[in-house]
């Protein structure tokens, strides 16, 4: 979809190809396999930059979610876990710019955007996942500041991050996020996760046993500021959208690959009429994710916000993760028994497609969400 975009958009997006297909390709069999954390990866991606993309220029980036989404797109295409490092990046830095004091911002931007930092976030708990609202960690005032009590699950990132944003509910206050620096005591990161997907980067628990933390680490100027965090990671939304459509088209083009080179009953499997039509589908359905995934991406870019912006996130979320699941399945079909086999990347796409239809707000919910924009809240009927 070259025509969608301009000539410097064409150039941001084409260099990032080059790089992975010139040193991004070549690990991401190795990095699912091991399941290590991908630190050669890292170094590359800072090498060249591409951390700083999305921040504003005065931290060396872009200001542009819609750059981001390219580059996103275009690493995911090749490997999701490489992709993943400048996901795991952006979502602390989205918390931060839109909730952050100035004294949080200069503290701490400058280093994600460098990559000289590495951060995560922390709201998932054993028992609320999608209900945030469930939140159980405490935040008890003391002193200089709180005291964090409780444990959290799911935390992408956490063992390399060197602080990390926990959402914790101050008593009588409402729910805030907390910087709470590596090696804080009482503060200890569990074993990483044995996972069907994203293997490569660690999603581990957090145990918090009564951390203190100054009142400097929270992040919002009131008690009970999360709303304003939320808007700020709703922004970053669409970025699971490119996720799911950088897979989705390297799905295809594996399957396309694949069905041109093989022969069965004595013809090119790509040249029967059932083989080519589940190819045109993975065509039609990528296509039209992309279209509304640019479509958010500018629209965020604009200034789209709040509840004008959380149903057309959602669309964007919800429609391209899909689609990364059902091209990805296509495509394995297509491999036949030899897509069974760990040894064949369509395998990893499968996989992989379907963490991102439960990361960042299952697609149930973000289909709560577009119902609400639709019919408004239930039961007001």
């Known amino acids: 979809m070259s025509e969608m975009l301009s000539e410097d958009e064409r150039r941001i997006r084409d260099s990032v190809r080059r790089l992975a297909e010139e040193r991004v390709r070549s690990r991401a069999m190795e990095i699912d396999a091991s399941g290590e954390y991908p630190q050669d990866m890292f170094e590359l991606l800072k090498g060249f930059g591409l951390f700083a993309l999305p921040f504003p220029p005065e931290f060396g980036g872009s200001g542009s979610l819609f750059l981001a989404s390219l580059a996103i797109e275009e ?68 002193e200089g500041g709180y005291r964090l009590a409780g444990g ?24 805030n996020l907390f910087i709470v620096e590596k090696g804080a005591e009482g503060f200890a990161v569990g074993r990483a996760e044995k996972k069907m997907g994203a293997r490569g980067v660690p999603s581990s628990a957090l145990h918090l046993d009564d951390v203190f933390v100054g009142e400097n680490e929270r992040v919002g100027a009131e008690e009970g500021g999360f709303k304003i965090v939320m808007e700020g990671l709703n922004r970053t939304r669409p970025l699971i959208a490119a996720r799911a459509v950088g897979l989705a088209q390297g799905a295809m083009e594996l399957a396309i690959d694949f069905v041109k080179n093989r022969r069965a009953f004595g013809a090119s499997v790509g040249d029967f009429q059932g083989v080519r039509w589940m190819i045109a589908d993975m065509g039609i359905e990528i296509e039209a994710a992309r279209s509304l995934l640019y479509r958010t991406a500018r629209a965020v870019d604009e200034g789209l916000a709040g ?41 990893r796409y499968f996989r992989d497609a379907k963490v991102l239809q439960i990361v960042e707000g299952t697609n149930e919910i973000q289909r709560n969400i577009i119902a609400r924009s639709l019919l408004g809240p239930p039961g007001r009927a």
Do not use: H
């Open 152 to 175: 959290k699950v799911w935390c992408t990132g956490a063992s390399v991050a060197d602080f990390i944003l926990v959402a914790a509910r101050v008593e009588g206050a409402g729910i």
């Open 307 to 347: 509840t004008a912006l959380a149903p057309l996130a959602a669309m964007a979320k919800c429609l391209a993760s899909d689609v990364a699941m059902r091209v990805a399945t296509q495509a394995l079909q297509l491999f036949g028994a030899s897509g069974i086999s760990s040894e064949m990347p369509i395998n």
């Open 75 to 142: 690493l995911c295409r090749l490997c999701y876990n490489t992709a993943y490092l400048l996901i795991l990046q952006w979502t602390p830095f989205a918390a931060l710019f839109a909730g952050g004091s100035d004294e949080q911002k200069k503290r701490l931007l400058p280093g994600l955007a460098a990559g000289d930092l590495r951060a995560a976030i922390a709201l998932t708990e054993p028992q609320s996942g999608s209900d945030l609202a469930g939140i159980r960690t405490r935040a008890r005032r003391v």
